[in-house]
């Protein structure tokens, strides 16, 4: 299997547009982690998305494009902890770690096999160290005193409103720390932002950046959206398991 030639090729066009340089070695494993990807997906349910020209954008090129935002570029660059909060069959946590090596990444997501899946890709890829698999919902990892506000960066892509987002993140990053959403369209995260000021407010956060694009082949328009941690956030956040998504704070 591997990426094909030209799908590898606009693959690197599109990332270098990022900012983003992609040597033979980062492009082998992206290469890999498709095959791999496309391998355990035929035995459990990874991703709905399996084409690899589909792959190579909604998945690989997409959960790298938080890049857009140069204040997260740097912290990535700079080796910091980051938190893939519902990271799933990893992203965007995977691309970040083979782009950024010195990154230390935490996966964390509620479903265990998604996790064993994750710790599997990182050791073939031969980029585990400094990463760690962690089997919590958010709203219990938020109160533990290991994780609570330890993280420079926390993003997330594909789970759930801002608002309840917000509430799942924020108590996870330091002060003077960010938080990622990778959002869909303009228009669905404007109204989305609308909803959660008042979460925002209450949890901590200040927006501080936004922008929106289209990714490559006319694959949607997505927006990303960075939250800066300006004071700590009170003890009662995150709130008991379910109540975030089922009464988000408003
Ligand atoms: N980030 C991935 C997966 C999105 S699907 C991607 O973009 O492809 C949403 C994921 O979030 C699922 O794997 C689900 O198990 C996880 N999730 C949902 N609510 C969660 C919570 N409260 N705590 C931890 N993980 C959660």
């Known amino acids: 299997m591997a990426l094909s030639a030209p799908v590898l090729a606009e693959f690197k066009t599109n990332i270098e547009s990022l900012g983003l340089p992609a040597d033979e070695d980062v492009l082998q494993k992206f290469s890999q982690l498709f095959d791999l990807l496309i391998a355990k997906n035929e035995v459990m349910n990874l991703t709905a998305i399996t084409d690899e020209k589909e792959v190579a ?115 996870l990053v330091k002060v003077g720390g960010y938080f990622t959403a990778m959002k869909g369209d303009k228009v669905q995260t404007e109204s989305e932002i609308t909803s959660a000021q008042k979460a925002l407010s209450l949890l901590g956060g200040k927006l501080v950046f936004q922008q929106s694009f289209d990714l490559p082949e006319e694959m949607g328009e997505r927006t990303i959206v960075t939250v800066r941690k300006i004071k700590s956030t009170p003890k009662k956040f995150p709130r008991k398991a379910g109540l975030p998504s089922k009464e988000p704070l408003k």
Do not use: W
């Not at 570029?73 to 965007?92: H, I, K, N, Y």
């Not at 710790?119 to 109160?143: F, M, N, P, Q, V």
């Open 57 to 171: 954008i909604k998945h690989f090129y997409d959960s790298l494009t938080l890049v857009k935002d140069r204040k997260v570029m740097e912290l990535l660059q700079s080796g910091c902890r980051v938190c893939d909060l519902g990271t799933g069959a990893g992203f965007p946590g995977i691309p970040i770690k083979i782009m950024f090596p010195k990154a230390e990444i935490t996966f964390v997501d509620s479903v265990q096999k998604k996790l064993t899946y994750i710790d599997e890709i990182l050791t073939a890829l031969g980029i585990h160290e400094g990463c760690t698999i962690c089997h919590s919902r958010a709203e219990d990892l938020g109160h533990d005193p290991d994780s609570r506000e330890t993280f420079a960066l926390v993003t997330s892509r594909a789970v759930a409103n801002l608002s309840t987002l917000s509430e799942y993140c924020l108590p």
